[in-house]
């Protein structure tokens, strides 16, 4: 990245010279450059929210989620997986066609540890919040995640009640100053 010359500038040749050199006026390069602009587009980002966001980002899942718009309840977990600090679960605990979020942990061993978590099935357009922990070296509790991902059991809140649940949990975690 570069600082931008005057005009005035540029128009003397010796300036020209040392424009096309750029070797006194070079910021940064390349990783660096970008990592400098990122920075500065961030920070102009406002990223409060109020109550009534949260309350409108639970209509637009439950909305999507009753209208089987895949692409908008994916959304509005993502938004309320980064909201928790929720993530993608580790590969044993990934199961396909199937949108998850979660808590996830490393306990001392190096296993890691997920719950609750957000199950969404894109082919049954079926969704679950589970608060049960699994691990992921834990055989038996891999097969019952399965079991829940594919609908064989069920978790305790399900539907609609799940965007109700994350936006209760989002505020709480606000009140408490999270």
């Known amino acids: 990245m570069r600082k931008s010359p005057d005009v005035a500038e540029m128009v003397k040749p010796r300036n020209i010279v040392k424009i096309l050199r750029d070797s006194d006026v070079k910021i940064s390069r390349k990783a660096e450059s970008l990592k400098t602009v990122q920075a500065e587009c961030i920070a102009r980002l406002d990223l409060a ?3 009534e966001d949260i309350d409108d980002l639970r209509r637009d899942g439950i909305a999507s989620l009753e209208s089987n718009y895949a692409e908008g309840v994916n959304e509005s977990l993502a938004l309320f997986a980064e909201l928790l600090g929720y993530r993608l679960p580790p590969k ?3 199961i396909p066609h199937c949108t998850i979020y979660a808590a996830v942990y490393r306990r001392e061993s190096g296993e890691d540890q997920l719950g ?3 199950i969404y099935s894109l082919m049954r357009n079926e969704l679950q919040l589970t608060e049960e922990i699994f691990g992921s070296l834990e055989k038996e509790k891999i097969e019952h995640f399965h ?3 594919a609908g064989k059991e069920k978790a305790p809140v399900r539907g609609s009640a799940v965007f109700e ?3 209760r949990t989002v505020l709480s975690s606000r009140a408490q100053g999270n």
């Open 147 to 149: 079991a829940l991902a």
């Open 49 to 51: 929210f109020k109550p």
């Open 165 to 167: 649940h994350l936006q």
């Open 92 to 94: 044993p605990l990934k």
């Open 116 to 118: 609750p978590a957000v």
